[in-house]
């Protein structure tokens, strides 16, 4: 047996974000994926300003070394409409998550974490936090799983992963084609959107929203690449998504939970990336501050008030999106956007990490009378 002060189940942003910050705080780190890199994911790749932010604090680096497409342009358009291009907004990165995984891991190794990575299947002795694969068997007073939204961790825990009333579902592709803009289409999938990110070698692609509410998710990306003027003839990638409803309590016992195992993806933006490396600094130093007193067993409390910040941001996204996707109040949210320069502006400082949903949501709170008249308005003039 092999012992460590934590284990960390997922090598994925959250993962490498918990073994990077473990690490450089000198605690024994193992970060254990069955998968090894680079691999490919499922991702808009969509690197905001509060993703770099939280990087820079996280990892003590200026920037990823990968290949990145800084885009300060955005087609805006919402339930088949265009509504605006926009030609000078925060600047949004975007870069493949082949080689934005694989550098954060690299990065967290170069910390110190030990290189479990390619191991295949694993057991997980929850009792004992006890890792097992081959011949080899790891402990570690605590272990932060970051093991995706089918966390295998969720389920030996809970039951299961998520719930499948709420959880989201994307497909996505890649494209060859260059020069193309920045693009975000709400509505395109029934409660989510489609987007197109230009990357260094091409675009990618991709549609999702709502699970239960889209029951033939591939007719969805058709409609949208056909309203692209692209053709449907390549490859297609799926993955479920968080849908905003995340774990209250992130784990049981001394295993917690981070990133899209524990359902921290913004429900509006589709955001992820940034959620997923602040929850695996929080689990790291909330891992640290339980072994430096002593008491291992308090890690999940440390662990879930320092998450309350993230929780509350999510609950504000919650609140907002019946306003963008109930069909009764959408078309007011589309008069609104066009009509509302703050509106406007608060949703693409949003999109790029500026600000946060609290003063957007008490906007949102007081513009919801006006917003549910044009809705009223707009539905008496087309019928």
């Known amino acids: 047996m092999l012992k460590f002060d934590l284990i960390v189940l997922g090598a994925g942003p959250a993962g490498s974000a918990t073994a990077a910050t473990a690490a450089r705080a000198g605690l024994r780190v193992a970060i254990v994926d069955k998968r090894a890199f680079p691999r490919d994911k499922l991702c808009g790749g969509g690197f905001t300003g ?34 605006s291009h926009y030609t000078d907004i925060p600047p949004i990165s975007m870069m493949m998550r082949r080689d934005l995984d694989n550098n954060l891991l690299a990065t967290a190794l170069d910390f110190g974490a030990a290189d479990y ?49 709420t959880i989201a579902f994307a497909l996505e592709i890649e494209r060859p084609e260059k020069d193309l803009p920045l693009r975000i289409d709400f509505g395109a999938a029934e409660w989510g959107y489609g987007w197109q990110f230009p990357k260094t070698n091409g675009v990618t692609i991709g549609v999702g929203g709502i699970n239960a509410r889209n029951p033939d998710m591939k007719a ?12 449907d003839d390549i490859a297609i990638k799926g993955q479920f998504l968080p849908g905003g409803i995340f774990r209250k309590t992130p784990g ?29 600094q929080l689990a790291a130093l909330a891992t640290q501050e339980a072994l430096r007193i002593g008491k291992p067993d308090t890690v999940l409390g440390l662990y879930t008030r320092s998450m309350r910040p993230i929780h509350r941001a999510l609950r504000q996204a919650r609140l907002i999106r019946p306003l963008m996707f109930q069909p009764f109040l959408r078309d007011g949210f589309v008069a609104g956007f066009r009509r509302s320069t703050r509106l406007r502006r608060d949703y693409m400082r949003l999109l790029a990490g500026e600000t946060e949903y ?25 019928a």
């Open 50 to 83: 509060r993703a770099l932010a939280y990087y820079q604090d996280i990892f003590g680096r200026q920037a990823p070394d990968i290949p990145t497409a800084v885009s300060r342009d955005l087609v805006f358009g919402a339930h088949g409409e265009v509504l």
């Open 220 to 231: 969805a990306l058709r409609r949208y690449l056909n309203d692209l003027g692209l053709p």
């Open 252 to 280: 049981a016992g001394r295993i917690l939970l981070a990133g899209d195992a524990a359902g921290l993806v913004d429900p509006i933006t589709g955001e992820g990336i940034a959620y997923a490396m602040k929850s695996g």
């Open 358 to 382: 609290g003063p957007i949501t008490r906007a949102a709170l007081a513009r919801a009378p006006r917003h549910v008249w044009r809705s009223l308005t707009a539905k008496r003039n087309t």
């Open 117 to 165: 990575t390619g191991v295949g299947s694993t057991a997980l002795d929850i009792g004992n936090t006890e890792v097992s694969f081959g011949d080899t068997r790891l402990h570690a007073p605590v272990i932060v799983a970051a093991d995706g939204v089918s966390s295998p961790t969720a389920r030996a825990l809970f039951g299961k992963a998520f719930d499948q009333e």
